[in-house]
Each structure stands twice: as C-alpha cells, then as structure tokens.
C-alpha cells in the first residue's frame, strides 16, 4: 500500500489552505499578551478563588429523560440499520456521518456547552442496563490500576479505524460492525464491573464526553440542572488518574498528529527514500503512540520545574494531576481548529442524504438533488475562524491554570513564578498547534 | 474591569490586523487563465506539477495524459471530472471561484495524485 493511498481520513475532504505565516504570528502574539495579561492582573491568592457553581433545584423530569433515552436508542438502531443496509458507497452512507462527524466530533462539542446529555442519551449504557436487569451484581471491583485504560484501548483503536485502517473506517459495514462490537464490549464490561462502574472508568464516549463537559457552563446532573460560569468545574475536578491525564494527551496529540501527516515534512521524513516508504505503516503507527508520549513528557517537565520553584509539598506528581483538567481546553480548541471544515462539508452532504437515507431514490424532504458548493466559505474565513478559536482555548487554558495556581500558592509572588513553565508550556503546545496548520500540505 | 485590558489589547490586535490585511492587499489584477500539462503514469504525475496553484478567479485548465491505463480524473470540492482514455490527452476547464485546496484523484483506482490550491 503506498502512502497516497494511506492518507485521508476514514471519509470526508477539508479544502484548507495553509495558514499564512502572518496569521500564524497573529495568533502566538495574541496568546503571549493574554497569558501574561491574565498572569499580571489576577496575582493576589484571594482574587478569582471563590467558585462560580450554582445548583438549581430543577429537577430532571422524568418524562424527558425517558425521551431522551428512547431517542438514543432510535438514532443507534437506525444507523445500524443504514450501515448495513444503506448504500456501500462512502459519501451517501449517513451512518459515516453519524459515527465520525456526529458522535466523534460534534457530539464534543456540544458536551463543551451542556454536560451530561451523553449520559442521557447513551444508548450503549442503557441496553446494557436492559441486559443486566436491576438487581444484577458484579463480578468484580473496578481495580485502580486499570482505571480509564479501557477506554484509551478504545480510543486508540478508532483512531486507528481513522486514520491508519487504509480506509476501512469509510466503510459503511464496517461501521455497523464497530457499532456492534462496541455494544458487545460495554455489555461484559458492564457484567464485570457493573453498569456505573463501567460506564465512569472504562467507557471511552462516556470518558471523552465526560472530560469536554468540564468546561460547559450548564449541567445536567442525575436530578439536579446546575449552572456554573464556563469551566469551573476544571477548576474544582481533581483526578487521581494517569490513565486519565494521558487520555487528554491523546486527544492533544492525535490531533496534532492528524495535522502533520498531511504536511510537506511528514512526507519528508516518511517518505524520504525507498527504506522509509516500506516501514510506512510501522512508522505512522508509532508516530501516533509516540506523540502523546511527547506532549506529555513537555508537560512533566515544565510541572517539574513548577514543583521546584515553589517547593510544592507534595511534589510535582501531585501537581501533574492538580493541572490536568486546565488542558482540555487547549485540546479542544485546536481540534475544533482542526475539523470544523470538515463537519462544514460533510454537514453539507447530509443534506441531500437526508432526503434519502438508504440510497432508494427518495426525496423526503426535497433536498435530495442538492449540490455540493465548495465557496461557502473563503480560505480567509478560514484561517480567521482557526487562529481565533486557538486562541480562545488558550486563553480559557491560562485562565484556569490561572485559578488553579490561586488554590495551590499561597503568595503572589509564588503564584507568579510558579506559573511561569506551565505559561511557557501552553504558549508552547498553542504556537505548535499554529505552526502545524501552516505548514504547506505535502503530496504523496 | 480588569478583565477588560487584555480583552482590549486583543480586540486591537485582531482589528489592526484584520484592517492591514484590507488594506495592503493588492489590487485584483484581473483573472488571469493559467493551463497545466500533466502526464500520469502508474498512478503517479510524472510530468508536471503536483501542486497547481492560481488565484480565486482564474480560469484554470488541466491536460491531461495517462500512459496506462483509462481513468476518470476528478477534482475534490469543484466535483468536475473528465474520461482519460489511455494515451490520449483530455482536458478540462473551469473557473476557480472557491478558495482553498482541493486533491484531484483518479477515480477508478481513488489514488489522490495532487491538488489545486486556490489562493484568494
């Protein structure tokens, strides 16, 4: 198999240029003044510490969540339905949207402004509740040490599915298989350790949605609605988890990797000679379990340093943990700069798809003749719409990092130093992010 | 009210920015036709550029010659495509209204050979 044919993603095509160098400075500028700015302004410990959370004492009704489960479980047996059923060709199968750009990438973003709808909606969660019965007991306890690892098991292998399966994530059938699988696995997981277990350390929708909604500023609990200014609960959330640490690096760094495939220096490096181009798969395939590895290793590094400088008590391990959740923005925002064009094209195929679900000629809603309009929106829209969401989730990074320090620091003269590596750090992965998007596209 | 320094420094930053970028962009000069001869061998563009670049409003046209085999040659985003019969050169124009960059593939065997790249 040759690279060409390797790269692109499971399905769906992004028409972005290369950011100019002048947008990248742009968007590194902007984030050197905000992360000072926050730095400078907001250093007395008793300035930002109070939280922000209000709980309401609306209740969850009932009806809606029943509702709410009904309709997760119609949307998963329909797509099942037109995965195996629908048309095999990859742009007219809304099972492939509904998979890769609904649950994968838009399904995040929502949870960013309201938690706790997967929980409600999960259709895996709840026919694993059907299959068990009320009263069922499990077999064992959800051991620490195996916390979150199923669901980076999980993780890695979608994204192996993306982007390494040489295009059989595009596969309609293979979808409805995965779909399939996914429910089987939840099931036993859900035999052994139970349901809440299972679905709070080893599910990875549950995990991943669960981490983007720490950042919403509405949530909807078990029973209860709260409200809460964006991000407090990164704030407060503590995690006593490496698997879950790492599990955020994957989100940072397989984006970043996604990003650098498609560029002039991967094929460079990974293409360079006759060598390189038969240990392609081997190499892609470790580029993907190495970056995570990297992003991480940057992080102890600069939480090492925090850790000396303020001679934290309990160490820089403690800290590590402490800073975790303040990355999810950063991971967020630049994987929103990454695919929106993505879900803003593939969003534009769904419209005729609509109108005819399983490929017979139908036109239900009067759209199925619909066509593709590449200019809908201009490369300079385009490279705005990237610097200026990098730059929100970076800001938004800083500022809870930010908080987090007034918690931990006693002094403002220790807050400052002490937040000096993880601002140089964020500043770091965020200029990474920029200079990843303008780097010219490589052809194979 | 704090708050609102940097949030001003920012505003003022992409403002400027955005207001130079208006400024200082040359003048349109007038679309402009730019042709491009490719010959395409074993799945793979062996004469000509991989990556074509023109500006929003050319009117672009690709020729194009597979030596091996019969193709259809599609552009990604445009959606437009020719029949290639083998040895035989086809050719295909329009005009690049869209920004962006765009692969061009060879449908039958959906190898993606290169790409337009569109500058606004």
């Not at chain 1, 993880?422 to 992010?433: A, E, P, Q």
């Not at chain 2, 000509?48 to 985003?77: R, W, Y």
């Amino acid at each position: 198999m040759t690279p060409a044919l390797v790269e692109a993603h499971a399905f769906g095509a992004q028409f972005v240029l290369p950011l100019p160098i002048s947008f990248y400075a742009l968007g590194a500028s902007a984030a050197l003044i905000a992360s000072f700015a926050i730095l400078s302004l907001w250093s007395k410990p008793e300035g930002l510490s109070k939280s922000l959370v209000k709980e309401t004492n609306l209740p969850f009704p009932l009806k809606l969540e029943i509702l709410l489960k009904l309709f997760g479980l119609l949307i998963f047996a329909l797509t099942l339905l037109i995965a195996f059923f629908g048309s095999p060709a990859a742009p007219e199968n809304l099972s492939l949207f509904v998979f890769w750009i609904g649950l994968l990438l838009i399904f995040p973003y929502i949870s960013v402004l309201v938690s706790g709808i997967w929980e409600k909606l999960d259709p895996f969660r709840f026919l694993s509740e059907l299959a068990l019965g009320k009263n069922y007991q499990p077999l064992l306890e959800f051991p620490p040490w195996l916390r979150y690892l199923p669901a980076i098991l999980v993780y890695f292998a979608i994204l192996y599915l993306e982007l390494l399966s040489y295009g059989a994530g595009g596969i309609p059938y293979n979808i409805g298989l995965t779909l399939l699988l996914y429910l089987i696995v939840s099931v036993i997981g859900s035999g052994v350790f139970g349901v809440e277990n299972w679905f709070c350390y080893g599910d990875f929708f549950s995990v991943f949605f669960r981490l983007c909604g720490l950042m919403a500023p509405l949530h909807l609990g078990e029973e209860k609605i709260s409200v809460m200014a964006p991000g407090e609960r990164l704030v407060s959330g503590r995690t006593r988890s490496f698997a879950l640490l790492f599990f955020i690096f994957f989100i940072l760094a397989a984006t970043a990797y996604d990003g650098f495939r498609e560029t002039a220096p991967w094929f460079v490096i990974t293409t360079g000679n006759d060598f390189l181009v038969s240990w392609y798969s081997t190499i892609s395939l470790s580029a993907l379990l190495i970056a995570p590895c990297l992003f991480f290793l940057a992080y102890a590094v600069a939480l090492y340093l925090m850790a000396k400088i303020s001679r934290y008590e309990g160490g820089s391990k403690a800290l590590m943990l402490r800073y975790a959740y303040s990355l999810v923005p950063i991971a967020l925002a630049y994987n929103f700069a990454h695919y929106f064009t993505l879900i803003l094209n593939e969003g534009q195929n769904l419209i005729p798809m609509l109108s005819d679900p399983l490929s017979r000629g139908w036109d239900l809603f009067g759209t199925a003749t619909y066509t593709f309009r590449p200019d809908l929106i201009s490369a300079t829209t385009t490279w705005y719409i990237e610097v200026v969401a990098i730059v929100i989730g970076h800001i938004f990074a800083t500022y809870i990092a930010h908080r987090i320090a007034l918690e931990e620091f006693q002094t403002r003269k220790m807050i400052i130093l002490a937040q000096l590596p993880m601002l140089i750090l964020m500043v770091g992965y965020t200029s990474l992010g920029l200079w990843i998007l303008s780097l010219p596209f490589g052809t194979s | 009210m704090k708050i609102l320094i940097p949030i001003v420094l920012i505003v003022i930053l992409f403002g400027g920015f955005y207001y130079y970028r208006s400024f200082s962009a040359p003048a349109p000069a007038g679309a402009d036709s730019k042709s491009f001869d490719l010959i395409i061998t074993g799945r793979k563009i062996v004469s000509g550029p991989e990556t074509l670049q023109v500006k929003q409003g050319d009117t672009i046209t690709i020729s194009a010659t597979i030596t091996d085999e019969d193709e259809e040659f599609h552009v990604h985003g445009y959606d437009r495509s020719i029949d290639l019969k083998k040895g035989e050169k086809g050719s295909l124009s329009f005009v690049a209204n869209a920004s962006g960059r765009f692969m061009f593939e060879l449908e039958g065997s959906k190898a993606e050979i290169g790409a337009i790249e569109v500058l606004p």
